[in-house]
């Protein structure tokens, strides 16, 4: 299946003081999904966005809102975060104690969200293949999550490729996110190793963001016309 390539900005590299301004500018040069971290402090070191300020974006934007939970338990907070306004709900595999995985999945797709799953850098990918049959993503990440403005992690390549392999060989049906470290250098072969959801924050938000999104979308061009 060729699937399309979509841009997600992570506001996380936003200016918060023209967060409103910003997301639009995303909005009107292209950008299909936004992306939105939230942090507790717990899984990971930082705090992030919590439930006010999604609420906000969501009647400000019509992206697709793709909310990434780097939180304990996320079964606590799924049904409030989609009430929110986010359209895709993405949990981690590491996250899941007293409510399992699997549970806090079938707990999003009811509530009407789109529903992913992700793993850190060190957690092998045959680790979700348990739940590849009933995602709609699966986000790899290619930084420690928790911080923005991490280097790309070279292994990522190899887990992608691993990936791609199981969604075609499985004939799965879900889209490969990856998050940290992307840029105009790397995006390429991120593409080619079977990524086609692009988390970028920095190389969005930092100096002017129309023509780092132009950027990013003359590669998706180039890579769509080389499939064909």
């Given at each position: 299946?060729?699937?399309?390539?979509?841009?997600?900005?992570?506001?996380?590299?936003?200016?918060?003081?023209?967060?409103?301004?910003?997301?639009?500018?995303?909005?009107?040069?292209?950008?299909?999904?936004?992306?939105?971290?939230?942090?507790?402090?717990?899984?990971?070191?930082?705090?992030?966005?919590?439930?006010?300020?999604?609420?906000?974006?969501?009647?400000?934007?019509?992206?697709?809102?793709?909310?990434?939970?780097?939180?304990?338990?996320?079964?606590?907070?799924?049904?409030?975060?989609?009430?929110?306004?986010?359209?895709?709900?993405?949990?981690?595999?590491?996250?899941c104690k007293e409510t399992?995985?699997?549970?806090?999945?079938?707990?999003?797709?009811?509530?009407?969200?789109?529903?992913?799953?992700?793993?850190?850098?060190?957690?092998?990918?045959?680790?979700?293949?348990?739940?590849?049959?009933?995602?709609?993503?699966?986000?790899?990440?290619?930084?420690?999550?928790?911080?923005g403005g991490q280097p790309?992690?070279?292994?990522?390549?190899?887990?992608?490729?691993?990936?791609?392999?199981?969604?075609?060989?499985?004939?799965?049906?879900?889209?490969?996110?990856?998050?940290?470290?992307?840029?105009?250098?790397?995006?390429?072969?991120?593409?080619?190793?079977?990524?086609?959801?692009?988390?970028?924050?920095?190389?969005?938000?930092?100096?002017?963001?129309?023509?780092?999104?132009?950027?990013?979308?003359?590669?998706?061009?180039?890579?769509?016309?080389?499939?064909?």
């Amino acid at each position: 299946m060729d699937r399309e390539i979509k841009l997600a900005p992570s506001i996380l590299a936003a200016d918060f003081m023209k967060l409103a301004e910003q997301i639009g500018e995303c909005e009107r040069n292209g950008a299909k999904y936004l992306h939105y971290d939230v942090m507790d402090g717990l899984f990971v070191p930082s705090l992030s966005f919590g439930l006010p300020v999604l609420s906000g974006i969501r009647k400000g934007t019509g992206l697709f809102i793709d909310c990434h939970l780097m939180i304990v338990e996320p079964a606590r907070y799924v049904d409030q975060f989609i009430d929110a306004g986010a359209d895709s709900v993405t949990i981690h595999l590491e996250s899941c104690k007293e409510t399992g995985c699997m549970e806090t999945l079938q707990k999003i797709r009811e509530k009407g969200a789109k529903c992913g799953i992700s793993i850190k850098p060190a957690t092998p990918v045959v680790h979700i293949l348990p739940y590849l049959g009933m995602v709609d993503m699966v986000l790899l990440m290619s930084v420690e999550p928790g911080f923005g403005g991490q280097p790309f992690i070279g292994s990522t390549f190899e887990k992608l490729k691993q990936l791609e392999s199981l969604r075609r060989e499985g004939n799965f049906d879900f889209d490969i996110e990856v998050d940290g470290g992307i840029t105009l250098e790397n995006v390429p072969e991120v593409i080619d190793a079977g990524a086609n959801v692009i988390v970028s924050g920095s190389s969005v938000f930092k100096g002017n963001i129309a023509d780092n999104i132009r950027g990013f979308l003359s590669v998706f061009d180039a890579k769509k016309t080389d499939r064909n």
